[in-house]
């Protein structure tokens, strides 16, 4: 059967470049699912996007849905049916729903029992027919951070619609979206090619796209700024420095990218490079020029989204406004710096931090006793710096640069800090202890800034998870996940040996006065949302059932969880790891709590007793040994070898013996063993 092409374009407004990236993904996925649902084989999908239009193609679709075979399920026959076999009124209707005769009905068993069913023939229908119904489902169905409507249309969308194109096998698939109607006309650039064009297919509306200034390829157009960039940077004397978020987020601000170059007063070098970096690319979109050692030039590169006839008005537009946002940020450094960070701390009793949690600086207090403690148990030399640094590290709040520049908080207090004298690793952990500032971001490198770090967010979490704070999957507006996220690592990336319940009982006493939930309830709601953000930061590494296992065996000193993680997946290499799992469930089944009672060899009737109980008596040592050690490997390896003892013990033994003292002393032998390995992990959830 001949296969055909899917196109669709919908024009717009011009949508924040931040809502394309994930609207592209669901529009992939909608037409997957509606295509699977309609029983429409396909091939390669593709999605392409300016911030003025949206564009899906499908190849090889067939012209016709296939045919198909639906056996509908009714009720029970039981109910069908009546003491003489003869049709219910519920069998009857049933058949009268699906169009056919209750002489049609069969009875088929399934898991549940019987239940009548009818089996029909489905005539396929034509694929543009079905597109058609498909296609207004999927607009509307592109979910956007924000949406809206326009004009007195119920339909929203992120921006207004302006035109639609959608065409199967070049032919319009009709249907309509609010007050717009599908057809065959695109349009092309706004400023250099304001007027429409025909499209036939995807082919077609490259070519015509590129004649009228639109380059539609999201990747291409990233690589001719990559190029461009590069290219103008190199012409300046200097080198790109390198932002792959920016790149992303200009790559969907323009339709046909141009790059220009602009330079800067070299007097505002004197303010930290971050505002000056931050500035350019946070208000303005501009790239910034390094040269060879990496010192900020002052230059820029900023992406037009036209073709200039005189590029240097161009630019001195850009330099214009640049001009006056780096003398706000010259001005505001100079400001900040005739107020000390010690009055900038003060100050902070004033700042509501949360209006349940109090003041910036109460919130201060805590963490700073938190890290202090962190401190003098995992690097005690550090706990005055430690102090020091988490007393300072919120004072920039309320500097005026910050104010102007947020994304700058924690780099201004280190400068500021510096500038003041401050001793260097105290400076430093100040703009560390907002790290990982994302997933995967850069972690603190010195563990003055990490026990900041961790105090800080832990304070967070529980704060709010003390006041009712927690988040939902809809909405997390404290962050805290990301800030679980980034203890997670920050503990697993310095092998900080600690125990987590601690941790969290020590951060929820300092929070005692400003809980409104029970402590032990709020210490297990926020122990269970470590948990889960534990696994899933896991889970790309490893195997779900060792992870959960693992975390079964103990969730408290998370080092030692991924470890006993990793050691249970290189374990289940093993050729001994399958049929050494089975016998283990086979013990947690019959032991099921387990009992305390001692074992006594003198009770033992059968010579697999005694095998077992020796061979026990002699792994069990090294493995307590290896387990102190933290030498999972070798202890499972070592466990591995009751294998043999354990088949033997279930083939010639009854556990469940009528004595009862015979009983007890067969229990208690299996629970030593499963306590043995359950330390480890718990085998019962190893798929």
């Known amino acids: 059967m001949k296969t055909k092409e899917l196109f669709l374009e919908i024009g717009t407004e011009e949508i924040p470049a931040g809502f394309i990236p994930r609207a592209l993904a669901e529009m992939e996925a909608i037409i997957v699912r509606e295509l699977v649902n309609a029983r429409l084989s396909f091939g390669k999908v593709r999605t392409l996007a300016t911030p003025r239009r949206l564009v899906l193609v499908v190849d090889e679709i067939p012209a016709v849905q296939p045919d198909a075979e639906i056996t509908a399920t009714g009720p029970s026959r039981k109910a069908a049916y009546d003491s003489e076999g003869k049709p219910t009124k519920a069998a009857e209707g049933f058949a009268r729903g699906q169009g ?16 009548i069913s009818v089996t029909k ?37 992120a921006r207004p619609i302006h035109w639609i194109v959608a065409l199967f096998d070049g032919a319009v698939v009709p249907f309509s979206f609010g007050n717009i109607n599908s057809g065959t006309v695109s349009r092309g650039h706004r400023f250099m090619a304001n007027t429409t064009f025909p499209v036939r297919d995807f082919s077609h509306y490259q070519e015509e796209c590129e004649r009228h200034f639109v380059i539609p390829d999201p990747e291409r157009r990233k690589e001719i700024i990559r190029r461009e960039t590069h ?43 971050e505002v000056l970096i931050t500035s350019m690319r946070s208000h303005q979109r501009y790239f910034s020029i390094v040269d060879a050692n990496g010192t900020l030039m002052p230059g820029f590169i900023t992406i037009n989204n036209t073709l200039s ?165 809809a909405a997390d507006p404290y962050a805290l996940r990301r800030a679980t996220i980034g203890i997670i690592a920050i503990v697993l990336d310095k092998e900080y040996r600690l125990s987590l319940t601690d941790l969290i009982d020590k951060a929820l006493d300092l929070l005692t006065a400003k809980l409104s939930r029970p402590k032990q309830q709020v210490a ?100 307590q040994e290896k387990t102190a050690e933290g030498a999972w490997l070798d202890a499972l390896t070592r466990i591995a070898t009751l294998r043999g003892p354990v088949d033997t013990f279930f083939d010639k033994v009854m556990v469940m013996a009528e004595d009862e003292r015979v009983k007890t002393n067969r229990l208690a ?16 959830r190893i798929a």
């Open 121 to 157: 023939q489905e005539k396929g229908r034509p694929t543009f027919d079905l597109l058609a119904e498909i296609l207004p489902g999927l607009i509307s169905g592109i979910p956007f951070r924000k949406s809206m409507r326009w004009g007195d249309l119920d339909v929203r969308f």
């Open 669 to 684: 032998l299996l629970t030593a063993i499963a306590r043995m390995f359950g330390r480890i992990a718990d085998f019962s």
């Open 231 to 273: 290219r103008v940077a190199v012409a300046a004397g200097g080198h790109l420095l390198p932002d792959e978020e920016l790149l992303d987020q200009v790559t969907y601000l323009v339709e046909f990218p141009s790059a220009v170059h602009g330079t800067f007063s070299k007097e505002f070098l004197k303010v930290p490079k």
């Open 309 to 473: 006839e005189d590029p240097s008005i161009v630019v001195k537009g850009n330099e214009r406004v640049l001009r006056a946002r780096l003398s706000d940020a010259r001005f505001f450094y100079e400001e900040d710096q005739k107020i000390k960070l010690d009055e900038r701390v003060e100050a902070l009793k004033k700042v509501v931090y949360q209006q349940k949690l109090g003041t910036s600086f109460e919130k201060m207090q805590r963490f700073q006793a938190l890290a202090s403690g962190l401190a003098e148990k995992l690097n005690p030399l550090v706990t005055a710096q430690t102090a020091r640094a988490a007393w300072l590290c919120k004072a920039d709040l309320v500097s005026g640069m910050v104010g102007e520049f947020p994304e700058v908080q924690g780099i201004m207090g280190r400068e500021y800090a510096l500038l003041e004298g401050e001793d260097a690793a105290v400076a430093n952990a100040i703009a560390e202890h907002y790290l990982p500032a994302q997933a995967g971001g850069s972690l603190p490198t010195s563990d003055i800034g990490a026990f900041v770090s961790i105090a800080d967010k832990l304070d967070t979490i529980c704060g709010c998870f003390g006041v009712g704070l927690i988040p939902t999957g």
């Open 100 to 115: 056919v005769e209750t002489s049609a009905l069969k009875i088929i068993t399934t898991e549940k029992g019987e239940y």
């Open 524 to 623: 297990a709601d926020v122990l269970e949302f470590f948990r889960g953000r534990f696994v899933n930061v896991v889970a790309a590494e490893y195997a779900s059932d060792a992870v959960e296992a693992a975390i079964a065996a103990g969730f408290n000193d998370l080092v030692e969880v991924k470890a006993r993680i990793a050691a249970l997946s290189e374990f289940k290499k093993h050729p001994d790891f399958e049929p050494l799992t089975v016998a283990f469930k086979r013990v947690g089944n019959i032991i099921k709590e387990g009992t305390d009672a001692p074992v006594d060899p003198a009770l033992f009737q059968d010579p697999a007793e005694n095998g077992l109980y020796t061979a026990f008596q002699s792994v069990k040592n090294e493995v």
